[in-house]
């Protein structure tokens, strides 16, 4: 019995651990608010789903009741989180966060974004052109005998 509670308890703390590195690498990753706290929730229900497991391996009711607050304070986050995004939209007209720097601190050096090297440009192909109807195309000898690409 103990050991089906302890596989259970692994299986959960997996899926928990799965869930915040998830929303760890989205969080890091994206730079589009909406996508931020999307993963920042993410990250909020696998230490509930962590939780919860615990409590119930250990039959207490303390990892449930935090999970109460953290529902809580994951709603209140999300209201508050849904003014801040609008308002910085409509000032900035983008959600990409680089874009705010007029927000840092004053002694805060600008955010630079790493530049893309240059691509060179793209050669166009030479195509063949037909020659006129009844024409005999001028085309060397040598080329006629060997192609060197087909």
Known sequence: M???ELALLNGYLVVGAALVGLGL???ISRRNLITMFLAAELMLQGVSLS???CGRYHNDFGGQMLVHVIIAVAAAEAAIALAVVLMLF???GSLDVALWQRLR???QP???DRELP???PEQIPSW???PPAGVRPNIPREELDFRPHV
Request: charged residues 25%; proline residues 12%; glycine residues 8%.
């Open 2 to 4: 103990v050991d089906g």
């Open 110 to 112: 600008p955010y630079m």
């Open 51 to 53: 939780l919860i497991a």
């Open 25 to 27: 690498v989205g969080f």
């Open 118 to 120: 240059e691509e060179p």
């Open 128 to 130: 063949p052109k037909l």
């Open 90 to 92: 409509q000032r900035v």
């Open 105 to 107: 601190e004053a002694n």
